[in-house]
């Protein structure tokens, strides 16, 4: 299948983990604001970086050049683009390896200043800004002690029957809600209660027994592994390549994900 075809698929969302597009996971944009000031320093430095590769000096003004700007192999009218990201690459990778780690500057590679570029282009400073250095999410301050109450009990409930849709779930929390709290504790709406539901127990796409099988622990506090797929390690990196659906398609990186299934290994090893 093509990526086109998983693009525009119902059931694909954006992944939380790509830069800037799934920081907000679809709430707020990410800003300058959710940098701290020693971020906001670093984010302004590898912006300073990529304005001498374009300008060839740091400040993007030649109005205002800095001591010895532009240097030769910045010089725009003497060198090319890709000739002074090769040289950017070159001074980044001579720096310490502490001293690029606490710069942010470690592991800049040619593609990599691609990418911050059209970040840049995108989203301003905040663009080439490192999507761990944005602040976490405020969480669901709707959801009180209340609903969380209720929203546990609900899937203790539905969890030992039948699987039951989304809306039946919203049903079931108003209830106990208003049953065991009253009518004054204010519940979130559908769509906040659905999110809350999915980060915390998932999409709900497996069936029940295999759901209340994840559930069952053994007597020293261990998940018991009964079938393949039921406990899961995942890792996911993003690969240094990017890459096109078509010739004349957008480039975009790649994430690389590896699964190790348990069950699977567990049985191997013991074979």
Partial sequence: MSLKFLANHPRCRTSSRTAMSGAGRGRQPPSVDDLTPARRRLAQLRLAHLLEVNTGFRSGDPARPGAGEPKPCYDPDATTLTGRRLAKVAELAALEREEARLLGLDRVGYRTLIRWEQGRRRFGLVGVADERWLRESGGHPS?????????????????????????????????????????????????????????????????????????????????????????????????????????????????????????????????
């Fill in 143 to 271: 959801v009180s002690e209340e609903v969380r109450e209720a929203i546990l009990a609900v899937r203790a409930e539905t969890l030992h029957g039948s699987r039951v849709s989304m809306r039946t779930r919203e049903r079931k929390i108003h209830q106990y809600v208003r049953e065991r709290f009253g009518a004054d504790v204010v519940v979130p709406s559908y769509n906040t209660l659905r999110r809350v539901w999915i980060d915390w127990f998932g999409p709900g796409g497996a069936r029940q027994r295999y759901a209340r099988s994840a559930d069952l622990p053994s007597s020293d506090g261990h998940v018991l592994i009964e079938r393949p797929g039921q406990v899961v390690a995942l890792d996911t990196t993003v690969l240094p390549v990017m890459v096109r659906e078509s010739v004349f398609g957008e480039p975009t990186t790649v994430h690389l994900t590896l699964a190790l299934d348990l069950y699977t290994i567990r049985f191997a090893r013991s074979g």
